[in-house]
């Protein structure tokens, strides 16, 4: 099988004999297309590069899941364990057999998400490596979904895919967009797992959310007050976005990220 990845964004694409003309992912107003056009590449292109996959523990019961060399905006999939199961949130746009086999070693894949379509990866090929599990989709982003398949399984507001790991949908960056509670991260103080949903600024001391990181497309007042009002009943002391982390405070950092957001759209910044 061919499996087309768009190299730009590192989301797989149907089997077809020939790849698709765009990839709809990358020529919507929130990513961008190359100023060298659309090119596409594939799993065994990826592999004869000298492409792996590499698993490295981020904290006990959280393992980061990347590519080597990075591929597409580099992003990292995490893995969270739990006894009742382990979610592959945001899994990378490639995978090989000893990327399968370190997982597996870390207990396995029992639900697959993401933050929102940019951040899908290669979501269901990992899913087919193992057994077919569940790939959430909130069904507020399925007009994205690029490769459509039998694994997945359409949510809305809160999911759980497994117990004791919530989804809830923030909306924001994408109508989909979500954060994933893990109450037992930090040593039982709770992390937020928010991919591009609550991005972590350069600062390391403030958040961010945007429609359009990369061209700087802001959010209404009204979307920036839904994020702080799903998140807000959360416990939670360290967040993990796709590119940084809050390494503490993280609840009170968001709270008052947020709300300076709002007031800078309101016109009533706090210099
Ligand atoms: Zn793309
Ligand atoms: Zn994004």
Known sequence: MTIWTCATCAIEHPDTPAPPEVCEICADERQYVPATGQRWTTRDELAATGMRIVVHELEPGLHAVTTEPKLGIGQRGLLLQ?????????????????????????????????????LTGSSIQWSHAFGGVPVYVATADKRWIRRPDSVIELWDGEAEPVPGLRMLQCGGHFAGSSVLHWPEGVGGHGALITGDTIAVGGDRKSVNAMRSYVNNIPLPRRAIQRILDTISPLEFDRIYGAFGIIDGNAASITRRSLQRYMDWLDGTPKE
């Open 82 to 118: 739990t006894p009742q199961g382990n979610v592959l949130w945001e899994p990378p746009g490639f995978i090989d057999d000893a990327g399968i086999a370190a997982v597996h070693a870390l207990g396995g894949v029992t639900a697959i998400s993401a933050s929102h379509p940019h």
